[in-house]
């Protein structure tokens, strides 16, 4: 019904700075909220950002200052942009939504990750 698509991660010198991307497709009627997320090798998934249909924010201590969370609603896309990343950002990043679909039923999915890795 709704696939969610993250791009944008690969390898990132902690100087860098680096815009993941993640696009929602499917029978959509609306987007409530969508948020970022990662999961380290041996950790548990860590919730970093979250952004409201209208543009309220949320953001995790640990990214606070450093990440911004945006979205385009027209294209059912959130952004994370990372600056100044540091080792310990690398994991795997995933977006969710919140969706209101066509069928008037309302569920939350989730993307299949797109890695970052913080390396000089």
């Known amino acids: 019904q709704v696939q969610l698509v993250e791009s944008g991660g690969g390898l990132v010198q902690p100087a860098g700075s680096l815009r993941l991307s993640c696009v929602a497709s499917g029978t959509i009627f609306r987007i409530y909220s969508m948020g970022w997320h990662r999961q380290a090798p041996g950790k548990q998934r860590e919730s970093l950002a979250r952004?409201?249909?209208?543009?309220?924010?949320y953001y995790a201590d640990s990214i606070k200052g450093r990440f911004a969370i945006s979205r385009d609603n027209a294209k059912n896309t959130v952004f994370l942009q990372m600056n100044s990343p540091r080792a310990e950002d690398t994991a795997v990043y995933y977006c969710?939504?919140?969706?209101?679909?066509?069928?008037?039923?309302?569920?939350?999915?989730w993307g299949h990750g797109t890695q970052v890795t913080v390396s000089s």
């Open positions: 969710d939504a919140d969706v209101h679909l066509l069928n008037g039923s309302r569920n939350n999915y």
């Open positions: 952004v409201t249909s209208v543009g309220s924010t």
